[in-house]
């Protein structure tokens, strides 16, 4: 197999970070549940992942500039996990961007935001919509992608200056896009390659239909990630196609490389990850592999420079 083109410069858009010590993260001290993760058993997870530990996992990949994604920490801390990772920043060049976390449904959401907002680099905002369990599965309409609160809380987003961090699974695409149609003034980026769990025909043609939905709508971007399944390997076999697809649904202009991390190390490494990425994007001229790696996570989420102290 021929040796990719690898990049030459890195914005890794989609990561975590957490100190356990003087923090609370549940899902990483007393309520451990493989069951409800996402890549089930994640032991390797519970214990502290630093700036250093991140740099590590890199292998001499030359990331030069990266965006957090809030951690699940205990949700009345949300406003201390900002602060914490703003110390991060000065000590140690990263992250450049943050995606915090506010409860966009709350009576008091202007106030959360307007507090995440006053921070430097605050961009975004995730806040997880209520998910059936497996498709068709039933759903109580409160905090759901149906619940009435949803557009008016994304207008109030929107009008903060911040984006939205979008997470569901493949089989609430279509449900986004209908929401989104809505509020049009609001930027947005799809985690984790709308996570197309289910890699049978069937599943694989309902992943493809919500992301064409969310992909007519300009204002969505995607993250190239996370594409770990439960149940078998990572391998480019499995997951080579799913990116090329994304890129020709999105266009390059609107797809960012993350590699989310540390959870992903539990499928893959760093480097290999890279190099798997380098091969889905082969086929791009040398500017659009340049905008999936670096220019566009930079523009979308207003890095200001490429640093890493």
């Given at each position: 197999?021929?040796?990719?083109?690898?990049?030459?410069?890195?914005?890794?858009?989609?990561?975590?970070?957490?100190?356990?010590?003087?923090?609370?993260?549940?899902?990483?001290?007393e309520?451990?549940a493989?069951?409800?993760?996402?890549?089930?058993?994640?032991?390797?997870?519970?214990?502290?992942?630093?700036?250093?530990d991140?740099?590590?996992?890199?292998?001499?990949?030359?990331?030069?500039?990266s965006?957090?994604?809030?951690?699940?920490?205990?949700?009345?801390?949300?406003?201390?996990?900002?602060?914490?990772?703003?110390?991060?920043?000065?000590?140690?060049?990263?992250?450049?961007?943050?995606?915090?976390w506010?409860?966009?449904?709350?009576?008091?959401?202007?106030?959360?935001?307007?507090?995440?907002?006053?921070?430097?680099?605050?961009?975004?905002?995730?806040?997880?919509?209520?998910?059936?369990?497996?498709?068709?599965?039933?759903?109580?309409?409160?905090?759901?992608?149906?619940?009435?609160?949803?557009?008016a809380?994304?207008?109030?987003?929107?009008?903060?200056?911040?984006?939205?961090?979008?997470?569901?699974?493949?089989?609430?695409?279509?449900?986004?896009?209908?929401?989104?149609?809505?509020?049009?003034?609001?930027?947005?980026?799809?985690?984790?390659?709308?996570?197309?769990?289910?890699?049978?025909?069937?599943?694989?043609?309902?992943?493809?239909?919500?992301?064409?939905?969310?992909?007519?709508?300009?204002?969505?971007?995607?993250?190239?990630?996370?594409?770990?399944?439960?149940?078998?390997?990572?391998?480019?076999?499995?997951?080579?196609?799913?990116?090329?697809?994304?890129?020709d649904?999105?266009?390059?202009?609107?797809?960012?490389?993350?590699?989310?991390?540390?959870?992903?190390?539990?499928?893959?490494?760093?480097?290999?990850?890279?190099?798997?990425?380098?091969?889905?994007l082969?086929?791009?001229?040398?500017?659009?592999?340049?905008?999936?790696?670096?220019?566009?996570?930079?523009?979308?989420?207003?890095?200001?420079?490429?640093?890493?102290?």
């Amino acid at each position: 197999m021929t040796p990719p083109e690898l990049p030459t410069a890195i914005v890794d858009a989609h990561h975590h970070l957490w100190a356990l010590e003087g923090a609370h993260y549940p899902w990483l001290q007393e309520d451990y549940a493989p069951e409800r993760f996402i890549l089930g058993a994640y032991e390797p997870l519970c214990r502290d992942y630093r700036p250093a530990d991140f740099r590590a996992d890199w292998q001499g990949m030359p990331v030069v500039a990266s965006v957090h994604v809030e951690a699940e920490r205990d949700r009345r801390e949300a406003l201390a996990e900002t602060q914490w990772l703003h110390q991060q920043h000065a000590a140690h060049g990263l992250p450049g961007a943050i995606v915090a976390w506010a409860d966009l449904l709350a009576p008091d959401a202007n106030a959360q935001l307007a507090a995440q907002a006053a921070m430097p680099l605050v961009r975004g905002i995730r806040c997880k919509p209520t998910t059936a369990a497996a498709p068709g599965a039933a759903l109580p309409a409160a905090g759901s992608l149906q619940d009435p609160r949803w557009p008016a809380a994304l207008q109030r987003l929107a009008a903060h200056g911040l984006l939205w961090d979008l997470r569901v699974p493949y089989w609430h695409l279509e449900e986004a896009a209908a929401l989104l149609a809505q509020v049009p003034p609001l930027t947005v980026v799809l985690e984790h390659t709308g996570l197309p769990w289910d890699r049978s025909a069937t599943g694989l043609a309902s992943w493809r239909r919500g992301m064409a939905a969310l992909a007519a709508l300009p204002q969505v971007h995607v993250k190239i990630s996370e594409l770990g399944l439960r149940e078998r390997p990572w391998t480019e076999a499995d997951n080579l196609p799913v990116m090329r697809e994304t890129l020709d649904l999105f266009g390059w202009q609107r797809c960012l490389f993350g590699s989310n991390f540390p959870v992903a190390r539990l499928r893959i490494g760093y480097a290999e990850l890279v190099q798997a990425t380098a091969r889905a994007l082969a086929h791009l001229p040398a500017a659009a592999r340049q905008a999936v790696w670096h220019d566009n996570a930079m523009a979308v989420y207003r890095i200001a420079r490429s640093a890493t102290a």
